[in-house]
């Protein structure tokens, strides 16, 4: 084996080519995070950020794109706005802690990596998988709602009605360009995180280059990788903005927010409508919501896939010394027993 680690924009045409043959060749890997877009655009605005390409036989059998953080650790790349992890590769066995050495790494941790990637199974912290939900709409949209419980669309009908009484009529735009929606988003977000006592890396809105990132993300029409803000607004007052990204027909949940003013008419569920219903006309077949056992997914999902946390050490001594920080202690939605955002 040997792996050579280079910047994100430093990879050429065959090499993008191949990420995207490699993310194509599995259900586990078409996630936007795992694009190679969102990797160069992190890139852009953190010069720590790096791929590992793993070469066996002479052949590059897969990327991993990290960051180098305090102590020679490397992260997922864009953490902690990066809702999946892991390995582009080809399929073939990864010996993952040889990757991590030969990458120049002392370890590298991971907090949402689908289980499917069997080459990190070794690594797991020894608490439970935790669910990312979706909803899918294979039939339609008519179908769909068929299939939640009764209470779900007749609640959203009566909000909406009481919303227009007030406001004016209920409006859904799938993506919208003005810059004003997006501030909007940013604003209502960062009031959230303080309001819940949500502080550092995870004040994702604090940090200037989170900021960078997201905004460029949103503008971004590569195939790999399309950013997306939606709004649901009242009249001509907006009341929920969404910021997403779409890749191989799968939109991730990234960012929601809304006018707290409104928040007795749902506006979060309000948009989660609009999404599902416009989806098919937008080549989206799924929505991901992300991790976590919050109310609205269980309840508007239609299946749902298990990911897990763990770190790599590069030395096979440190990995074995430092199995006793796999007894991490989660909660019940599957989060550290620290104060994290939900989105």
Not at 103 to 132: C, E, H, I, M, N
Not at 280 to 288: F, K, S
């Amino acid at each position: 084996m040997r792996v050579e680690v280079v910047r994100p924009e430093d990879l050429g045409p065959r090499e993008a080519d191949l990420w995207k043959h490699f993310q194509l060749s599995s259900p586990t890997t078409l996630s936007p995070f795992l694009s190679l877009t969102f990797a160069r655009v992190v890139s852009r605005f953190r010069p720590s950020a790096r791929v590992a390409v793993v070469h066996v036989d002479g052949d590059i059998v897969a990327f991993l794109p990290f960051e180098v953080a305090k102590g020679n650790i490397g992260r997922p790349i864009g953490w902690p706005m990066n809702d999946v992890q892991g390995f582009v590769d080809s399929g073939r066995p990864i010996d993952a802690r040889n990757v991590v050495k030969r990458a120049g790494l002392r370890a590298w941790t991971f907090d949402a990596v689908p289980v499917a990637q069997t080459s990190l199974r070794p690594f797991y912290f020894r608490s439970p998988p935790f669910k990312a939900r979706f909803a899918e709409f294979p039939l339609g949209f008519d179908r769909y709602i068929d299939g939640l419980s009764k209470s779900i669309p007749t609640e959203h009908a009566r909000r909406v009605r009481g919303l227009e009484r007030e406001f004016g009529p209920v409006a859904f735009e799938w993506n919208s360009t003005r810059s004003t929606n997006y501030e909007c988003l940013v604003s209502w977000k960062s009031d959230q995180y303080r309001r819940t006592g949500v502080t550092g890396d995870y004040d994702v809105f604090s940090n200037t280059s989170n900021v960078q990132i997201v905004r460029d993300l949103v503008t971004s029409s590569r195939d790999d990788c399309k950013g997306i803000v939606s709004v649901v607004s009242a009249g001509e007052r907006p009341i929920s903005v969404q910021c997403g990204m779409v890749s191989n027909g799968i939109l991730s949940a990234w960012f929601q927010a809304f006018d707290p003013q409104m928040s007795r008419y749902s506006p979060g569920t309000m948009m989660w409508f609009g999404l599902a219903s416009s989806a098919a006309n937008n080549g989206v077949t799924r929505i991901d919501f992300g991790g976590g056992d919050e109310a609205y997914k269980i309840s508007l999902a239609t299946g749902s896939y298990d990911l897990v946390r763990g770190r790599v050490w590069g030395s096979l001594v440190e990995n074995e010394l430092r199995k006793i920080a796999r007894d991490i202690v989660y909660d019940g939605n599957g989060h550290p027993r620290v104060k994290v955002p939900h989105r």
